[in-house]
T-cell receptor, first 115, second 114 residues
């Protein structure tokens, strides 16, 4: 079974500073994918970044980067130069290639960016 | 524009009534999903479908039913058997196959049982 853990309490971040959101996972599958999504107060889920378990380099997408430590089973999201529009819930998710490619989500991290 | 459309956005129902949430996509995606989100919680999978005329139960399928008669459409019925149906429901789709396969989400439907 897949399990995603996000345990940080809500975070306040100063505008223009970087923030790191923790995510640990547990799976017995050798091949899997890790995702981060952003959910603003409006409710829609916005895809941010993807990391494959066999990718040699950490994924980056603009101001988002993923600090992937396979041995520790962690996939932390780093948001650089925070903006007010980054205030949202952030969800880590995992899909294992075996079986049915279902996406399992963590409980999320709340981020509030303050000016 | 391509995307996923969920309707209605807000829905109120009395206890004992069935209600159907609509999900339509024009992305030509093979796979579609329904998730439930409760306050302060992550998303939990209700049902998913990887091809037309086929679907599988997710982690919390009890009290829900779905159909997949067309590629574009994956409606979810919340039946009276669902004990605590008040929640935010999200529909998603993705391209089939073993790609990076990120999910594309609709804007959600918020169901409140009175």
């Amino acid at each position: 079974a897949q399990k995603i853990t996000q345990t940080q309490p809500g975070m306040f971040v100063q505008e223009k500073e970087a923030v790191t959101l923790d995510c640990t996972y547990d799976t017995s599958d050798p091949s899997y994918g890790l995702f981060w999504y952003k959910q603003p107060s409006s409710g829609e889920m916005i895809f941010l970044i993807y990391q494959g378990s066999y990718d040699q380099q950490n994924a980056t997408e603009g101001r988002y980067s993923l600090n992937f430590q396979k041995a520790r089973k962690s996939a932390n999201l780093v948001i650089s130069a925070s903006q007010l529009g980054d205030s949202a819930m952030y969800f880590c998710a995992m899909r294992a290639s075996y079986g049915n490619n279902r996406l399992a989500f963590g409980k999320g991290n709340q981020v509030v960016v303050i000016p | 524009d391509g995307g996923i459309t969920q309707s209605p956005k807000y829905l109120f129902r009395k206890e004992g009534q069935n209600v159907t949430l609509s999900c339509e996509q024009n992305l030509n995606h093979d796979a579609m999903y329904w998730y439930r989100q409760d306050p302060g919680q992550g998303l939990r999978l209700i049902y998913y479908s990887q091809i037309v005329n086929d679907f599988q139960k997710g982690d919390i399928a009890e009290g829900y039913s779905v159909s997949r008669e067309k590629k574009e459409s994956f409606p979810l019925t919340v039946t009276s058997a669902q004990k605590n149906p008040t929640a935010f429901y999200l529909c998603a789709s993705r391209v089939g196959g073993l790609d990076t396969g990120e999910l594309f989400f609709g804007e959600g439907s918020r169901l409140t049982v009175l």
